[in-house]
């Protein structure tokens, strides 16, 4: 089920520029700066409500930021740039640009009235025109990739957490998405069905497909990423490679954090 | 914990003959609270050859004798209670006449109940849009025609001519006109209680669809907004297939009540069943078993109608549930090949349904 494949793009490069993004009065995210290069593998570590989910919807145009821009492939998400202004996308482009991000929920959620084949060929016929012969034979292609080839016709409810996250991984893929999103992707699971999703997303990692990936799997980051970035209060503190920010964090913030992420795991 | 275990076991190893005398006689002396008095201080005694004798519900038989004799009671009088004229009621039960009134019954039913389902389902969705103006529109709809008797809603319809004499197609507040209808030529009986009925039924379904989509987890419309998929096909295709659960055992009520509700429209002199059998009575004066034929024709509607809901609930109920229960016709399937008279399963719902059912 490997899923390292010679497609090894230079397409999905991020770049966030000062993005501001309130909830009412509480401010969510403070000019956070962030890029992404294609092909890259990033963790965003944080503590609880540091907003880190709210970053990967607002890369997804889930949601709208107050300020700052976010591109993808030098594309802005969401806005287009003319006379010097920027203007609101369509719906219909929004819906484009969000075929080429692919994102995969903490709890799945998978459409529940439907197999796990017809989950993964529902977006690509109805968001991109693919043919169906064409989606099936692609999303059984890509379920065999994820070690669940015989579960084509089961229904969410009939599979275990760790398949569910899979066929949920399979449908992001589907679509052949330039970027792809996962927030705390093994945080629902039981312990010992977290390291099948992780193979699988560690596999897709050599693919060349970008990655942004928000977990507290703090081995995993150390395993998979290029680069992880620590999160606090909205802003960006901390970033740089698994051996600078696991070794030695330099911010006080992502020492305390480190510490008691990773403590608990030496004491085992 | 371990130790605790541990000591059972030995125990349970040493004495499992007098464990197995014991545990019985507990048992017999005051069966319902044997569990619980047994617990604390049982070992772990292997039960694997003790027969297995199932609890008994005298309480469910007397029950079952009581409703038997009076549905026995109720039936008796049916039959031989001559007034209630069966030989009329067979004549004329599928007289020319009466059939032509239940066939624009089931249309009107048909016509307005999907008008009005579908018209219900866009006013939900108005009513949910972030469009303040959408939504306000919906629940002035819902207000206005869910707070005027139905009765009110049809004379008003059909006397629209009154009201405005002719209905004109074009540019509001302009002079230009595409068509003029007269009023009156254009509202026909039918299509006032087609109307009345739909507009009615419209302000009540689009609630029923309403709590149905709102019973459906946010994740799933999330998830579809993340693969790009249209707002349509959204609501469509992954919100209202799941919405259908909630919303199915209501509509049914709603759409059984419209069967019967659409003998309101008697009022137009609008010749669905009620009317027909009305007419009938008002010439032969056999009151009683003409509302028996338009009783029994109702009965038969709604029993069709409830039987499609059972079939169609469980299709929506895919995926929901791990595995589907069998059928009533798959249960009376297996229950004839194994032939097993005392089945669990089957002769507790039967009897447990007895009781409560309105037989
Ligand atoms: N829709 C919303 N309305 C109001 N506040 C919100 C909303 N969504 C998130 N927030 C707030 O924004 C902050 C950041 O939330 P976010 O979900 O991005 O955190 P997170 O880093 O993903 O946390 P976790 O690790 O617990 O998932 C939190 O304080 C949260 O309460
Ligand atoms: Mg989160």
């Known amino acids: 089920m490997s899923l390292a494949m010679n497609e090894v793009t230079t397409r999905g490069a991020i770049a966030v520029r000062s993005v501001d993004k309130s909830y009412g009065t509480t401010q969510v995210l403070h000019e956070v700066d962030l890029d992404v290069a294609a092909g890259e593998v990033l963790v965003v570590i944080g503590p609880s409500g540091s907003g880190k989910s709210t970053l990967l919807r607002t890369i997804n145009h889930l949601e709208k930021v107050d300020r700052g821009t976010i591109s993808l492939d030098g594309e802005l998400i969401g806005y287009k740039v003319r006379n010097g202004k920027l203007h609101e996308r369509r719906e219909s482009e929004i819906l484009a640009q969000r075929t080429d991000v692919g994102m995969v929920f903490q709890n799945f959620n998978l459409f529940g009235h439907l197999t796990a084949l017809q989950n993964i060929i529902e977006a690509p016929i109805h968001a991109k025109g693919v043919a169906k012969a064409t989606a099936v034979a692609r999303a059984k292609q890509l379920l065999a990739r994820v070690g669940l080839a015989d579960k084509a016709d089961a229904y969410p409810r009939q599979l275990s957490g760790g398949q569910q996250q899979r066929v949920a991984i399979a449908r992001a893929l589907a679509l052949d998405p330039k970027v792809v999103l996962f ?78 992420v990773i403590e608990p795991a030496f004491n085992i | 914990m371990p130790p605790a275990v541990k000591t059972t076991q ?42 297995v004798v199932a609890a008994r519900h005298p309480w469910r038989w007397v029950g079952t004798v009581i409703v038997v004799a009076l549905a026995a009671a109720v039936l008796y009088s049916l039959v031989s209670n001559p ?39 866009i006013l939900a969705l108005m009513r949910l849009s972030s469009s303040p103006l959408f939504s306000s529109v919906s629940w002035t709809f819902s207000w206005i025609f869910r707070s005027t008797p139905l009765l009110v809603q049809l004379l008003l319809w059909y006397n629209l001519g009154y009201l405005y004499e002719t209905i004109r197609l074009g540019v509001p ?15 026909s009986q039918f299509a006032a209680a087609v109307l009345g009925l739909t507009l009615n039924q419209a302000a009540y ?8 989509i709102l019973s459906v987890d946010q994740g799933q419309i999330e998830a579809a907004t993340a693969l790009g998929i249209p707002r349509w096909r959204r609501s469509t295709r ?47 004066q056999q009151v009683l078993p003409m509302l028996l034929v338009a009783t029994i024709w109702y009965i038969v509607i709604t029993s069709v109608l409830s039987i499609a809901q059972y079939y169609i609930e469980r299709h929506y109920s895919r995926g929901a549930l791990r595995t589907l229960p069998p059928t009533p016709l798959q249960k009376l399937r297996s229950f004839i090949s194994t032939h097993a008279p005392i089945r669990s399963t089957a002769s507790s719902t039967a009897s447990n349904t007895a009781p409560k059912g309105q037989s």
């Open chain 2, 205 to 212: 379904s689009a609630e029923i669809i309403r709590g149905g």
């Open chain 2, 10 to 51: 030995a125990h349970a190893g040493q004495q499992p003959a007098t464990e197995a005398v014991q545990e019985p006689s507990v048992a017999e002396d005051d069966p319902s609270s044997a569990p619980n008095s047994a617990a604390p201080n049982t070992a772990t005694p292997n039960y694997a050859d003790y027969a």
């Open chain 2, 238 to 284: 992954i919100v209202l297939p799941q919405a259908m659960r909630a919303i199915l055992p209501t509509a049914f009520n709603e759409i059984i009540g419209l069967v019967k509700g659409t003998s309101i429209v008697y009022v137009l002199a609008y010749s669905e069943l009620f009317y027909t059998v009305q007419v009938i009575y008002n010439r032969t």
């Open chain 1, 183 to 260: 927030d705390e992707p093994t945080s629902a699971l039981d312990p010992e069905l977290v390291t099948e999703v992780l193979e699988v997303i560690k596999d897709l990692a050599k693919s060349g497909t970008t990655l942004i990936i928000v977990t507290h799997e703090i081995g995993f980051a150390r395993d998979v990423a290029d680069r992880i970035v620590f999160m606090d209060g909205g802003r960006v503190v901390e970033e740089g490679t698994p051996a600078e920010i696991l070794g030695n964090p330099r911010n006080e913030r992502t020492k305390s954090f480190l510490s008691k």
């Open chain 2, 83 to 121: 007034r209630w004229e069966w030989g009329v009621v067979a004549q004329w039960f599928t007289a020319e006449s009466i059939l032509r009134g239940l066939g624009q019954t089931l249309k009107l039913t048909v016509i307005s109940g999907s008008l009005g389902f579908l018209l219900g389902f």
């Open chain 2, 173 to 187: 507040f302009t002079s230009i006109t595409f068509a003029e209808f007269q009023t009156t030529s254009l509202i």
